[in-house]
T-cell receptor
């Protein structure tokens, strides 16, 4: 059974700080990695995806992938109270496999 | 506007009743999915479909049924065999199932409550 693990949190950071969210996965064959944000009572929305080792930046968000260590992280720079949400990590394996979601990390940004 | 719609937003089920949740997309995506989310838990896959008239069971298919008669529509029926149906149900779609096409986009969800 493929697993995706996340610290449930809550992770509390002050406004303007960098929030670091981590995710580990069990399937070494995993090839694509996704971060979703979910506000309370709402559906998940895609933040970004990453396929290759290294960093991928999109605005205040940076995804980091390390396949050798089997972890993917999301950095949020200049955190804002509006970033307070649950962040879901999702991992896909070989073609035809489905996304496996972690349980999510609750982020709280304090003003 | 392209997107995924789900209805109703809230649904109440009586004991022994079957209920159907609607999911429609106009993104021209081939693949569609149904997930269940319980408080404090991640998304669990119920059923998915890669193409019209074909669908596969996910991890928790027991007590649920689906159909895929049209590319745009993927309704989910929660049957009376599902003994603990109270949850947030999410429908998603993607271009395909891999090769860079697996990015999933979600509808707004349906919250199912048991009376």
């Amino acid at each position: 059974q493929k697993e995706v693990e996340q610290n449930s949190g809550p992770l509390s950071v002050p406004e303007g700080a960098i929030a670091s969210l981590n995710c580990t996965y069990s399937d070494r064959g995993s090839q694509s990695f996704f971060w979703y944000r979910q506000y309370s009572g709402k559906s998940p929305e895609l933040i970004m995806f990453i396929y290759s080792n290294g960093d991928k930046e999109d605005g205040r968000f940076t995804a980091q992938l390390n396949k050798a260590s089997q972890y993917v992280s999301l950095l949020i720079r200049d955190s804002q109270p509006s970033d307070s949400a649950t962040y879901l990590c999702a991992v896909n394996g070989e073609y035809g496999n489905k996304l496996v979601f972690g349980a999510g990390t609750i982020l709280r940004v304090k003003s | 506007d392209g997107g995924i719609t789900q209805s109703p937003k809230y649904l109440f089920r009586k004991e022994g009743q079957n209920v159907t949740l609607s999911c429609e997309q106009n993104l021209n995506h081939d693949a569609m999915y149904w997930y269940r989310q319980d408080p404090g838990q991640g998304l669990r896959l119920i059923y998915y479909s890669q193409i019209v008239n074909d669908f596969q069971k996910g991890d928790i298919a027991e007590g649920y049924s689906v159909s895929r008669e049209k590319k745009e529509s993927f309704p989910l029926t929660v049957t009376s065999a599902q003994k603990n149906p109270t949850a947030f149900y999410l429908c998603a779609s993607s271009i395909g199932l891999g090769g860079g096409e697996e990015t999933q986009y979600f509808g707004p969800g349906t919250r199912l409550l048991v009376l």
